[in-house]
């Protein structure tokens, strides 16, 4: 109902905007946008209140709490594992497609920066020109000199007593869309300023920065994966010399004893460098981007 009011409000005030302009396509794609990361977010979420519930049954093994019998015993954390290994295959497949979308990102600014930076519109093919005029990502780093934009309904859900007022925002949301597209098509408008170009390029390095460290997360928990994998297996398969060939292949040619022992430490060990990576990347990445932007003052100068 929300977003067939915003659909609707293109008509509001006796103005009417074509389903096929630009700013219309622009609004689309972003509720669309938002729609598809809600519906992940919460998929996601389950994925990981399943882990975190298991986690508990992990937790009390490192306390030797399961050796007692007390909580379900050893079946109890077996069937934990299981649920776990079972969330993580969807998340360490989220990992590796924010990973990909992050560099891809950023090879689109730069393409953009090379593209764009200092030209006139009138200098710009008409490919472009449609690319940055109707494409949702780049609208966001050629219209705006932050390189983001953000409509007002990522503020939060507006009350249902507020539903005019939320229609006539959704009206001015799409004129100003509107003005930002007629201002850079004029044939003497600069596209991509000296300045902006600059801001787009920090951020070109940041979402770079962000799918390498992406990779890793994904690296940590497939290691973490693979090693509480093999607690699940030694459990089912525990006659060693009835295993199939793909079973011992699969412990690396361990004993199913080893093979235990060397899995859960190697996921307890994955899983204590991922919160270390979390909580210092943010300083690395500032270290990082101030050490390129005085490298690029040096060769300026």
């Not at 050893?74 to 590796?96: D, F, K, Q, R, S």
């Not at 710009?124 to 005029?133: G, I, L, N, R, S």
Request: net charge negative; proline share 3%; with cysteine.
């Amino acid at each position: 109902q929300k977003e067939e009011r915003k659909s609707k409000a293109a008509k509001d005030d006796g103005k009417t905007v074509s389903s096929s302009s630009p700013a219309y396509v622009i609004l689309t794609a972003s509720l669309l946008s938002e729609a598809n990361t809600a519906l992940r977010s919460t998929f996601v979420g389950l994925c990981v209140l399943s882990i975190g519930i298991s986690f508990f049954w992990l937790f009390a093994n490192s306390l030797h709490v399961t050796e007692a019998g007390w909580i379900g015993g050893l079946p109890a954390l077996i069937h934990a594992l299981t649920v776990m290994e079972i969330a993580m295959v969807p998340l360490l497949y989220c990992m590796i497609k924010d990973a990909s979308k992050a560099i891809g990102k950023s090879n689109t600014i730069q393409a953009l920066v090379e593209k764009l930076s200092g030209k006139n519109k009138k200098d710009v093919t008409e490919e472009d020109a449609k690319q940055f005029m109707t494409d949702l990502e780049t609208y966001a780093f050629v219209m705006k000199k932050s390189g983001s934009w953000t409509p007002f309904w990522a503020g939060g859900p507006l009350s249902s007593a507020d539903a005019m007022a939320e229609e006539k925002m959704v009206v001015k949301e799409i004129e100003a869309i509107e003005q930002d597209i007629q201002a850079k098509s004029k044939p003497d408008a600069i596209v991509i300023s000296t300045e902006q170009a600059r801001t787009l390029e920090v951020l070109s390095n940041i979402s770079r920065m962000e799918g390498y460290r992406e990779y890793i997360y994904f690296l940590l928990n497939f290691i973490a994966f693979y090693g509480y994998l093999l607690g699940v297996v030694v459990y089912y398969f525990d006659d060693e010399e009835k295993q199939h060939e793909s079973i011992r292949y699969l412990k690396m040619g361990y004993s199913n004893a080893d093979a235990d022992w060397a899995g859960n430490f190697a996921g307890d060990l994955m899983w204590t460098i991922e919160p270390i990576v979390i909580l210092l990347s943010p300083a690395f990445f500032a270290m990082l981007l101030k050490s390129a932007g005085a490298k690029k003052k040096v060769k300026s100068d």
